[in-house]
């Protein structure tokens, strides 16, 4: 599976910016889509997460602010961000996980894998 992430770029404080991330195949069977942000010299933390398309979830600092959608005959999963301020300044990446048989030393199992797009750079200007 592969993620491409678009729509990053330089916005001022205040301003709206939308990412996409566009799956090389049908999303319908992940468990969930999301995207994270990693802040320089920091790990990668939740943004928002969305479930079967309807089930949402968001940071605490981006409650209110950012809006996450897919669009299953697209392929696609969205971030609108408003509202933006610098400290959302960041390098975010679209995510995707699903469970998947798998089979090793005579037994069989679930293992759940994840996917990640390459990463869009945001830059809030103050």
């Known amino acids: 599976v592969q993620l491409q992430a678009s729509g990053g770029g330089l916005v001022q404080a205040g301003g709206s910016l939308s990412l996409s991330c566009v799956a090389s195949r049908n999303i319908v069977d992940f468990n969930r889509m999301g995207w994270y942000r990693q802040h320089p010299g920091k790990q990668r933390e939740l943004v928002a997460g969305?479930?079967?398309?309807?089930?949402?979830d968001y940071a605490d600092s981006v409650k209110g602010r950012f809006t996450v959608s897919t669009d299953n005959a697209k392929n696609t999963v969205y971030l609108r961000m408003n509202s933006l301020k610098p400290e959302d300044t960041a390098v975010y990446y679209c995510?995707?996980?699903?469970?998947?048989?798998?089979?090793?030393?005579?037994?069989?199992?679930?293992?759940?894998?994840?996917?990640w797009g390459q990463g869009t750079q945001v830059t809030v200007s103050s």
């Open positions: 969305i479930i079967s398309g309807v089930r949402t």
């Open positions: 995510n995707a996980d699903e469970d998947l048989d798998a089979y090793e030393n005579g037994r069989s199992y679930v293992k759940n894998v994840e996917y």
